[in-house]
């Protein structure tokens, strides 16, 4: 929707004829990232997508499906393409948080015979960090990851620590149904701008990955960006103009999730909102969309975000952002439900 930009907008947001290099350059590396994943991965495009979303708007990501559908392996393939450095963490029952953050040791001068503490770094010290099953772990644990999404940086000991950047957590989770599994806190769920649904293969998908994976032969993984370039990309999207129509259209379906009506300036909901959400999104949401909606635009080599753009990242945004209640689970109404019925529900057209 160009029309919802006029060119003083476009001309603020990208004020020289580099940005559009800029931009041009962000598309093609979407399309060779997802030829060097496609060596390895077959099938899982919604998936790879909303992981490049992510990563080009600075976000972190929560893959959520059974064991045995590829997210370790599409997490790793990702970082191999990037060039960035990169840790595993399995998380265990047993795991402590100092296991992800890092300790202080007492580390005694052999010259002078002082002891100090010494900061070792844990394995969250990477650009992209792979939370393998975190809801295997308990919730204390969890949390060790909480400032480090949100500040990038950690405190132990007093003592802060910068990550480096950029910095990508990238999370596996198995169904809460299963065996030995934690139910993430709000607060942390809070952190991931995407929650990525895993499914299963179609029949053809499944036939390639029998076929290639006990072939014996495999393609290496060629690495596309290097971590300056991926900054830069980053900075980039952030400076592509989204119009007040557009922002507003975000702030409009995030408003409409929440039951409470305790303002004026609610605009009265569905009533299925009522009926079905017991909590809300809070404004996270509405940033996550909006940033989402420029990488998506960029990926598509357009200096402007719209309110398609919005609309097709919402669903893993506020998917795990809305809390149903026992009338939701009763009908059969499974939170994507809610969400894309809020969705359709919110007016597209301008106010």
Known sequence: MVEELNMGEIERGLEEASDLEGLRKIMEAGVKIRKEISKVIVGHSEVIEQLLLALFSRGHCLLVGVPGLAKTLVVKTLASSLGLSSNRIQFTPDLMPSDITGTEILQENKASGERAFRFINGPVFANIVLADEINRTPPKTQSAL????????????????????????????????????????????????FMILVGYPTESEELEIISRT??????????????????????????????????????????????ERNSDSYVSGPEFVRKYIAWGAGPRAGQAMVLAGKARAALAGRFFVSREDIKAVAPPILRHRIIVNYHAESDGMTTDKIVRKLIDSVPMSDV
């Open 146 to 193: 909480l400032e480090a999404m949100q500040e990038l940086q950690v405190t132990v000991g007093g003592q802060k620590h910068a990550l480096p950047k950029p910095f990508f957590v990238l999370a596996t989770q198995n169904p809460i149904e299963q065996e030995g599994t934690y139910p993430l806190p709000e607060a942390q769920l809070d952190r991931f701008m």
């Open 214 to 259: 006990t072939s014996g032969r495999f393609s290496p993984v060629e690495q596309v960006l290097a971590e300056a370039e991926i900054q830069a990309m980053q900075d980039l999207v952030c400076k592509i103009p989204a119009s007040p129509h557009v922002v507003k259209y975000a702030m409009d379906i995030v408003r409409m999730s929440r039951p």
